[in-house]
């Protein structure tokens, strides 16, 4: 005896009983269907600059049961810095899996994408190669112009109390001057 079910949807899922009568005897099976998908290829997608680093994000879509993911480095280890994953159910029952990283010059180099579907132990992976010149970088130029900014505004404060404390005398000097003249009218 054999059961063939096509076009199988997730509420198909359960025990299947099958009977066989011959006159006075019988057999009794019973049948548990689970049902298990592997999802789409991963797709990898730079999305932002996030400081010095480049923000990556992952997506793969059709899973079923709810899978696992993670970000490798080029060794094949499981990435040890925090990634962001959410992996949501879909209106026909199956997930999408949305989850992001942030990498880093001269650390990351070569990332993974890895889900998998531990019920049936498939699993898909994309790779990304990412060249040192996409990352932010700072123009070398950027010290010294600092540095040039910094003194001039020293020597910007240190002529503006100068020409105050100028200013102070002068005005002291007026209001002798003043008086002086007053006094002589007097």
């Known amino acids: 005896m054999s059961l063939i079910l096509k076009k199988t949807h997730l509420s198909d899922q359960g025990n299947y009983t099958c009977i066989v009568f011959l006159g006075d005897w019988y057999e009794e099976v019973v049948v548990e269907l689970v049902l298990a998908a592997k999802g789409t290829e991963p797709t990898i997608a730079l999305v932002d600059y996030k400081g010095w680093g480049i923000g990556l994000t992952c997506r793969s879509n059709g899973w079923y049961p709810k899978p696992k993911a993670f970000w490798l480095v080029s060794e094949g280890k499981v990435r040890s810095k925090q990634s962001d994953t959410t992996i949501t159910e879909t209106k026909a029952g199956n997930f999408s899996v949305s989850s992001s990283i942030t990498t880093e010059s001269g650390v ?15 699993e898909s992976e994309s790779r990304i190669l990412i060249s040192d010149a996409l990352y932010p970088a700072t123009s070398p130029w950027l ?10 505004i020293c020597l910007l ?30």
């Open 108 to 122: 990351d180099h070569e990332v993974s994408c890895k889900i998998i579907n531990e019920l049936l132990g498939m």
């Open 143 to 152: 010290a010294p112009f600092l540095i040039i900014l910094l003194i001039f």
């Open 157 to 186: 404060a240190g002529a503006g109390y100068k020409v105050r404390q100028n200013y102070q005398k002068l005005s002291q000097y007026e209001k002798q001057k003043i008086k002086a003249q007053a006094g002589k009218c007097l």
